[in-house]
């Protein structure tokens, strides 16, 4: 099962700050993220079993801000993936809750408080390791696994589906950048990790996507030949030094989760078209917690704007077939007594290509 790849890592508390009430998590209750400095915490196991216990309800997204997890790699191993945390949070938040303590509205960053500023990153839902990318990193090491004699035609498939060696590939709003990592280990030939310019997983050297690259592939021995580099991107921007050093780079785009803001879906093709390479193609993974007609809105968009989807089905995230392989089902836009509660174990995976 796809999520039981993923458990708390070892307390870090230099890095890890406290979890505060300025980022809730998105459209479902707020989680704790109070926890003991033990490793393997009662509470962190039994959270991890959860999606055994109730399938159905399989959760979209994982862990806490500036929480260090360890993802289960059946090719690469253990790798530690830390989630996104926030600008101004303070490691002693709690304790100055606690005492009725204010933030200090006045400080400023660059002309905008603390406040505006968590705000602008909260609303880009980083601070969570999504499925959807967990969804890209599984197809990725399958694809990169060794081939056999009697090999599956769903290992064939994916082969087809998600091989990226030798292939350039970029990350569209990589928050934990999961699949970047994972991408860069199969040995891409190049890997751009992208997301929002005021992403909290751009925090210099201590951020996010810095500590996953460095832990992950820089660091690891031998390490892996791909280049990897990491840019802010907004969405429908083209008109700077990375858009126009790019254009047309990259063979494989990557877009897991990042269909929420139908606002945005016009300015999220147009960077799809600007970025990707003659034959490329667009993985787009979605789960359906904010709805189906969102996302079946941002096929829409694409199809107005030059794409054509190769192939797309429904994946099963909780359950695999006797032989091992994914359980689908046909995509539709709309399905007869759907609800929040059953289609949580659900997501859409589809391939983009330009039209011919």
Request: with cysteine; glycine share 8%.
């Amino acid at each position: 099962m796809l999520h039981s790849r993923l458990r708390p890592a070892p307390r870090r508390n230099a890095m890890r700050p406290v979890t505060t009430s300025a980022v809730p998590a998105p459209d479902f209750q707020d989680e704790d993220a109070e926890g003991s400095d033990v490793e393997e915490s009662a509470e962190d196991l039994f959270g991890a079993f959860l999606p055994h216990l109730f399938p159905d309800d399989a959760p979209s997204f994982h862990g806490d801000p500036g929480q260090v997890l360890l993802y289960s790699s059946p090719r690469y191993g253990e790798l530690e993936i830390m989630v996104p945390s926030y600008p101004g949070q303070s490691e002693k938040r709690s304790e100055e809750i606690a005492a009725g303590l204010k933030r200090k509205e006045e400080e400023q960053n660059n002309g905008k408080s603390v406040r505006n500023l968590t705000e602008e990153g909260r609303q880009l839902f980083a601070h969570f390791l999504w499925s959807a990318g967990m969804v890209v990193a599984d197809g990725v090491e399958t694809a990169d696994s060794p081939a056999t004699a009697d090999e599956s035609a769903a290992q064939r498939e994916a082969r087809e589906i998600w091989l990226v060696k030798g292939e350039t590939v970029m990350e569209l709003g990589a928050g934990a950048a999961l699949p970047s990592i994972v991408c860069g280990l199969a040995n891409a030939s190049l890997v751009a990790v992208t997301d929002h310019p005021a992403s909290p997983a751009f925090a210099g050297a201590t951020g996010a996507i810095a500590f996953n690259v460095n832990q992950n592939i820089l660091a690891r021995d031998p390490r892996p030949e791909t280049t990897v580099i990491t840019r802010p991107h907004e969405w429908g921007k083209l008109d700077d030094a990375f858009a126009d050093s790019y254009r047309g780079k990259f063979t494989r785009i990557i877009a897991a989760d990042c269909y929420w803001m139908r606002a945005q879906h016009e300015n999220l093709v147009r960077t799809m078209a600007w970025f990707l390479a003659p034959g490329g193609k667009v993985w787009c993974v979605a789960g359906f917690h904010t709805g189906r007609a969102i996302v079946a809105s941002f096929f829409e968009t694409a199809s107005g704007n030059g794409f054509e989807i190769e192939r797309i089905f429904e994946k099963d995230l909780v359950s695999r077939n006797e032989d091992g392989g994914e359980i689908r089902r046909e995509w539709v836009p709309e399905r007869e007594g759907e609800s929040p509660e059953n289609r949580s174990r659900w997501c859409v995976v589809a391939v983009l290509q330009r039209k011919a």
